[in-house]
């Protein structure tokens, strides 16, 4: 279990599910459509899984009515930055929303951003190629003036990061953290993210 929010998106499987379920992630986000999963498939994940809440990932390509998925029991959706977000609260759904955060973009892009959106947000600097050591050094902005601007919502960072940064890093932000594929059938190694969730604990 770790002492910050958590968040795990683009899960395509039980098996990382299970995993960042077992460190007591708030949100597991799995993608449905095309390039994901059906959403049978991920409507019998949701059933094995404990805990976190099982958020529907809308891409690209996704079509998928509001209307339906409420009929299925979907509570949560995650959307990218620039869709619209109204036919899902309408039919009573929350909305999570990824931000891709680039090198270019400046603080008031960002501020921009955040005020066109509601909710719970992922800023996705790892989308960018930005890393803790990039903010660290002020680069696009800096922790600080991040800090500052996301002081009024749930904000979940995902970036590249070291494990002796972590804490840092989530001082005032949840963590997100992108699942990946299996190494072969209900197996796979996540010494990766190990060393920087027990630095959380």
């Known amino acids: 279990m770790v002492s910050i929010p958590l968040l795990a998106f683009g899960l395509t499987h039980l098996t990382d599910a299970r995993y960042f ?10 993608p449905i459509g095309p390039a994901g999963l059906s959403l049978d498939y991920f409507l019998a994940i949701r059933e094995w899984v404990e805990g976190p809440v099982c958020v529907a990932e809308l891409g690209a390509g996704a079509e998928f009515p509001a209307e339906a998925l409420r009929e299925a029991g979907i509570t949560h959706v995650l959307i990218d930055h620039g869709v619209d977000a109204q ?4 039919a ?10 680039a090198g270019y973009h400046t603080l008031d892009d960002l501020r921009e ?3 066109e959106t509601t909710g719970t947000v992922i800023l996705d600097f790892a989308d960018g190629g930005i890393t803790y050591t990039d ?3 002020g680069t ?3 922790t600080t003036d991040l800090a500052a601007v996301t002081q009024d919502r749930e904000v979940f960072l995902h970036l590249d990061l070291a494990a002796e940064q972590a804490t840092a890093a989530v001082r005032h932000h949840g963590l997100a953290l992108r699942g990946s594929g299996e190494e072969k059938v209900g197996y796979k190694s996540f010494d990766d993210i190990d060393d920087i969730l027990e630095a959380l604990q």
């Not at 009573?92 to 955060?101: A, D």
């Open 135 to 137: 903010l660290e050094e």
């Open 113 to 115: 951003r955040l005020t």
């Open 140 to 142: 696009p902005f800096t």
């Open 87 to 90: 036919p899902y609260t309408q």
């Open 21 to 30: 379920a077992a460190w007591d992630a708030r949100f597991l986000c799995f």
């Open 92 to 101: 009573g759904i929350n909305v999570l929303t990824r931000i891709p955060v």
